[in-house]
């Protein structure tokens, strides 16, 4: 599976879109992106997940570039609930079900 | 029900006893998982259940010793731990082990402490 590259941290207003990069340039043709966060003392949470094109769902959207080396998750109105470790990761449509996180992005919203 | 059970919440054990984490799901899902994360860092994969069979270790040391009694439990044994060991381990579910849509579902964890 891919390697991914994120940030450490952001901080985000409260009601602004909040935008977290992530880079996933060994990406291949047959390998997803999937976004998971987790809130404090919780277990991880599911947000989206893609292929190539751009995904939107209640939660979230999902920007991949045209290139597949990058990817964009955009939480559009973010609220002091969204504080949260946010992970990019990359994992082949096998059999296996493997997620493999990488050290994520701490996303701060403030009031 | 979209929940993923874990109990106890909290365990605090010797390093010469042996206890079980338990984790549970109603969901139908046919996958489910052990994950291991020690403080600010992100959580580790230890075992794979596809089917009630297990389909990956990740190196796991023998003194961890999965069980899948049916397609909605999931145990983890505990033996002889050591004090590194200590940390949140938290359990998953997915529909499947594969494809393309695989969302895990995670419980909140059992934290453990081993003194």
């Known amino acids: 599976d891919a390697k991914t590259t994120q940030p450490t941290s952001m901080d985000c207003a409260e009601g602004r879109a909040a935008n977290l990069p992530c880079n996933h340039s060994t990406i291949s043709g047959n390998e997803y992106v999937y976004w998971y966060r987790q ?28 290139d597949r080396k990058s990817s964009t998750l955009i939480l559009p109105h973010a609220t002091l609930r969204d504080t949260a470790v946010y992970y990019c990761i990359v994992r082949l449509t096998s059999n296996t079900g493997k997620l493999i996180f990488g050290q994520g992005t701490t996303l701060q919203v403030k009031p | ?41 992100p959580p580790e994969l230890m075992f794979v259940y596809s089917y009630e069979k297990l ?61």
Request: aromatic share 6%; net charge neutral.
């Open chain 2, 55 to 115: 389909s990956i270790n990740e190196s796991v040391p023998s003194r961890f010793s999965p069980e899948c009694p049916n397609s909605s439990l999931l145990n983890l044994h505990l033996h002889a731990l050591q004090p590194e060991d200590s940390a949140l381990y938290l359990c998953a579910s997915s529909i499947s082990g594969g494809g393309s849509y695989n969302e895990q579902f995670f419980g909140p964890g059992t934290r453990l402490t081993v003194l």
């Open chain 1, 39 to 66: 809130i404090h003392s919780q277990g991880p949470q599911y947000i989206i997940h893609g292929l190539k094109n751009n995904e939107t769902n209640e939660m979230a959207s999902l920007i991949i570039t045209e």
């Open chain 2, 1 to 41: 029900d979209t929940e993923v059970t874990q109990t106890p919440k909290h365990l605090v054990m010797g390093m010469t006893n042996k206890k079980s984490l338990k984790c549970e799901q109603h969901m139908g899902h046919r996958a489910m998982y052990w994950y291991k994360q020690k403080a600010k860092k």
